[in-house]
């Protein structure tokens, strides 16, 4: 166990609707990065946030947003949803930048559109 | 610019067999180097880093790596793989220059046969 909770596990939903990802970083860890992986693609780098606010961005399409709350919680929020936004969605978090820590992953987002 | 590659989208080794998963990176900087593990259906799971010291990183599982400054690489390997360690393989690097950042290769996918 990581450490990294990602919510829901499992969403399908119809082209056009729009849904909201969550993630709660490991106990302590400021930073947070949401990353795509399509199927038999690599990890897509989509955006971070540090200590709420955005550090960097990504391949993040504009329909797409997210944002990192006091509690450090992130929720990345899918919208005009597409059959290819269809993909495992996964949070990562990490304690410090600028450092050698080790960034962990949470078990990911199964978006499924139909 | 930061990148890393994994020249082998697959590698097939014989349970007992030493094996070896291939990955150099191009940073500015010193480079903070990771292997990742994906099982399927699951997140990316940290096997081991080098930050820095020793070349030779021992890791998770039995696995380790060679980090060597002069051919960029840092490859993955085992003495004696099992069925087990078939999955997905994810090298990353970050650079203390630039730590925001955290590329991905495009992963190997191991198959171990028995």
């Known amino acids: 166990d990581s450490g990294v909770t990602q919510t829901p596990k499992h969403l399908i939903t119809a082209t056009g609707q729009r849904v909201t990802l969550r993630c709660s970083p490991r106990s302590g860890d400021l930073s947070v990065y949401w990353y795509q992986q399509s199927l038999d693609q690599g990890l897509q780098f989509l955006i971070q946030?540090?200590?709420?606010?955005?550090?960097a961005k990504g391949n993040i399409l504009e329909r797409f947003s997210a944002q990192q709350f006091p509690d450090l919680h992130s929720e990345l929020n899918l919208s005009s949803l597409e059959l290819g936004d269809s993909a495992l969605y996964f949070c990562a978090s990490i304690l410090l930048t600028g450092s050698g820590n080790t960034i962990y992953f949470g078990e990911g987002s199964w978006l499924t559109v139909v | 610019a930061q990148s890393v590659a994994q020249p082998e989208d697959q590698v097939n080794v014989a349970e007992g067999n030493p094996l070896t998963v291939k990955c150099t990176y191009s940073?500015?900087?010193?480079?903070?180097l990771f292997w990742y593990v994906q099982y399927p259906n699951r997140g990316l799971q940290f096997l081991l880093k080098y930050i820095t010291g020793d070349n030779l990183v021992k890791g998770s599982y039995g696995f380790e790596a060679e980090f060597n400054k002069s051919q960029t690489s840092f490859h993955l390997k085992k003495p004696s793989a099992l069925v087990s360690d078939s999955a997905l393989y994810f090298c990353?690097?970050?650079?203390?220059?630039?730590?925001?950042?955290?590329?991905f290769g495009s992963g190997t996918r191991l198959s171990i046969r028995p």
């Open positions: 990353a690097v970050r650079s203390g220059s630039s730590a925001s950042k955290i590329i």
């Open positions: 940073v500015s900087g010193n480079p903070y």
């Open positions: 946030y540090y200590n709420g606010e955005e550090r």
